[in-house]
């Protein structure tokens, strides 16, 4: 179960990681807020 | 990750995942980052959607947010300074610019074609000239990917010009009503690309 949790919670971090990677080749979403971006995310 | 201005909730999350991931700082702040874009941009559609169900434009303000999505990926804007303001603006511009294509469509068709071609131009020549907007958040660095990101929004709003000339040309009953939406909602993409638009955010911010 413990294992099971983990290999999912590996997972759904990874997605999050596709995600921004993916998220920060557009120049902003439609919200009129804009976190900062990380360094590593810069283009 | 201290340094990033990102709100609890989401150094809290990013932070616990990092933790039983063994990922980065720097990883960290992409997660974090990530949250919170999510999380904002998704209690942003439902704000919007739940007002415009309220008042009646549930449709226009669906077909509204997907325009200025589309847009403002490639194009970017001005941005509120405040997260929470960033919700009420988001809530209520969206529903507001559906209840203003509904009320064109009670004006002659005449107005609606009016409208579209007028929307049609100011896009173009702000696109043009301004596009892509970015904030110091969110720093277009390369100029390659700014001269990308304005190819995508002209050709974006070439896609918008040619949806809204099949649309003048259709039977289909609410194809007046979609055309308004879409004016509209290229003149409000257009807007906050231009200095009154972020003249527009700030006087708001200072609210």
């Known amino acids: ?43 | 990750m201290d340094n990033l201005s990102y709100m609890a909730f989401s150094k809290r999350i990013a932070g616990y995942l990092a933790e039983r991931t063994s990922a980065s700082e720097e990883k960290e702040a992409v997660l974090a980052y990530i949250i919170e874009l999510l999380v904002l941009n998704i209690t942003g559609v439902l704000l919007a959607g739940l007002l415009g169900f309220v008042l009646g434009v549930l449709y226009g303000t669906a077909i509204c947010l997907l325009v200025v999505a589309l847009f403002r990926q490639t194009a970017g804007g001005a941005h509120s300074q405040s997260a929470l303001r960033c919700g009420a603006i988001t809530m209520l511009v969206f529903p507001l610019l559906a209840i203003s294509g509904k009320l064109w469509t009670l004006l002659p068709y005449e107005f609606t074609d009016f409208l579209s071609i007028a929307a049609i131009i100011v896009s173009f020549i702000v696109i043009r000239r301004l596009a892509p907007v970015d904030t110091p958040q969110a720093p277009i660095v390369s100029p390659a990917r700014r001269k990308r990101l304005k190819t995508m929004s002209i050709l974006m709003l070439a896609g918008i010009l040619a949806v809204t000339v099949f649309l003048s040309q259709s039977s289909i009953p609410s194809a007046a009503e979609i055309q308004n939406y879409l004016s509209v909602s290229v003149l409000w993409v257009s807007l906050v690309l231009t200095k009154h638009g972020h003249k527009l955010m700030e006087l708001l911010d200072s609210i």
């Open chain 1, 1 to 43: 179960m413990k294992k099971s949790y983990h290999i999912l919670l590996g997972l759904f971090t990874a997605a999050l990681m596709l995600f921004a990677s993916v998220a920060s080749a557009s120049a902003c979403w439609f919200a009129f807020y804009q976190p900062e971006v990380p360094q590593s995310l810069r283009k």
